[in-house]
């Protein structure tokens, strides 16, 4: 078959109706999660200004170096499809007056996020983000509540071999001394690293750090380590947050290279991994400075997102179905043009009623409509035909016993929900 004319752009998939129920069911019980801890949902625009993103995320992160999708409007703006949540979430905050409300202020969001990636397994340009967001607060213990809502999401949805990855990053007061001995350290082995290595030298070294060329790791293994630079005040931080974790004994992985690609991050950041090859289900931490970059205004806050295409891939690997449709025990056939017109008036009486009831009211043969009904092995047909839509009559034929009954419409709906 010739290919159609048109096709999706590049890396950025239709969701087709049997992959909207895994969707569904994630969205579900995020939702559910969400609503027990006692977090908001807020959605922001797809689009926003360009310079959000780069104060926030920061100019020399891949997000912002080679990832933004950005555009200037016919009005002259430069806007950009978001990358990502965290930013335009704060950016919301200061806008609404939310310093204003009790803190923390707890915010979640599921949406569409762009990133201008080469499309692979587990990457694509648009692909769908859950985040949670409390801000307002600096308690370690808020790190580990974020950390703690997506292990119970994955759990929920019975994805099984997590891993957590966890680092504190320092911040303003300590990292430029850990950045400082990176460079050195560095400096003298840079001539046998890959080509972004060279540049993130000089315009981000922590960035190195999560290189995933094979030459670049083995020197990296040998790199110095922040935790071995943490100042009091972060290594305090960072100390409550383990052993919070491990007084609820979740499992974690101390990785002292994880530094993750957003320039806004301070002390804590994780990742929640599977065992399967498709990268991170979902990554996160600690951002105070955030709020100084892009709303010139102290604001401590934590946060995390998730991938909702990864994890649907998990959970088709490991064969975790999404809640099977019901399919209605009752089929509507009608014949002629009037028996159409009322069956539309009866649908609605039946959707009123909340009787769910399968049709196809665009068939016109009757033999047509009863194989339809076959094929999903519904019990009761509802026939309606000239003579019985003129009388404001039905038959209800019982496909199991074969025998049928012609019913008033006025009795109908209290007749239907007596069915068994
Ligand atoms: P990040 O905002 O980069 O921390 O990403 C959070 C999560 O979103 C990741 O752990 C992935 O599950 C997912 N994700 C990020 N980028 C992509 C992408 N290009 N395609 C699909 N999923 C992504």
Redesign the pocket.
């Known amino acids: 078959m010739a290919s159609p004319k048109f096709q999706n752009p590049k890396?950025m998939p239709d969701i087709l109706p049997e992959n909207w129920e895994y969707f569904k069911k994630i969205l579900n019980v995020t939702e559910k999660i969400a609503n027990f801890y006692q977090f908001e949902r807020i959605e922001t625009p797809i689009l926003e200004d360009e310079n959000l993103f780069i104060k926030g995320i920061g100019i020399a992160t891949d997000?912002v170096h080679k990832?933004m999708f950005s555009f200037r409007t016919k009005g002259g703006d430069r806007l950009t499809l978001r990358?990502?949540?965290?930013a335009p979430v704060v950016r919301a905050y200061f806008q609404h007056g939310f310093q204003e409300l009790s803190q923390p202020v707890k915010l979640w969001y599921f949406g569409p996020?762009f990133?201008y990636?080469r499309?692979q397994a587990?990457?694509?340009?648009e692909?769908?983000?859950f985040?949670f967001e409390i801000l307002g607060e600096t308690n370690p213990a808020l790190d580990v509540q974020i950390i703690q809502i997506f292990l119970k999401i994955f759990e929920e949805l019975k994805i099984k071999n997590l891993v957590l990855k966890i680092n504190s990053i320092g911040d303003n007061f300590c990292r430029p001394y850990y950045k400082k001995a990176l460079v050195s350290f560095f400096r003298s082995k840079i001539a046998g690293m890959c080509q972004d290595c060279k540049r993130r030298i000089k315009e981000n070294p922590l960035r190195i750090l999560d290189c995933k060329n094979e030459k670049c790791r083995q020197i990296i293994s040998r790199a110095p380590q922040i935790l071995d630079y943490l100042c009091e005040n972060c290594k305090e931080h960072f100390k409550k947050v383990l052993e919070t974790l491990e007084y609820l004994k979740i499992p974690f992985q101390l990785d002292p290279f994880l530094v993750?690609?957003?320039d806004y991050y301070t002390k804590t950041v994780f990742?929640?991994e599977t065992k399967e090859d498709?990268?991170?289900?979902?990554?996160?931490g600690r951002y105070d400075l955030l709020g100084k970059l892009i709303g010139k205004k102290e604001l401590p806050a934590v946060g995390?997102?998730?991938?909702?295409?990864?994890?649907v891939e998990i959970m088709k690997r490991e064969n975790i179905l999404p809640s099977k449709k019901r399919i209605p025990k009752i089929f509507l056939a009608q014949i002629g043009d009037l028996a159409k017109k009322e069956s539309l008036k009866l649908l609605e009486e039946f959707r009123k009623n909340k009787i769910q009831v399968l049709e196809s009211i665009g068939k016109d043969s009757l033999k047509s409509q009863l194989r339809f009904a076959e094929k999903f092995k519904i019990r009761y047909v509802l026939i309606l035909g000239q003579k019985e839509a003129l009388e404001k009559k039905i038959i209800l034929k019982d496909m199991k016993t074969g025998k049928q009954k012609l019913i008033p419409f006025k009795r109908l709906i209290q007749k239907l929900k007596k069915l068994k």
């Open positions: 890396g997000i990832e990358p990502e949540g965290t996020f990133r990636e499309p587990g990457r694509q340009r692909f769908w983000q985040g993750r690609g957003l990742e929640i498709i990268g991170a289900l979902a990554g996160g995390g997102a998730a991938g909702v295409e990864r994890i």
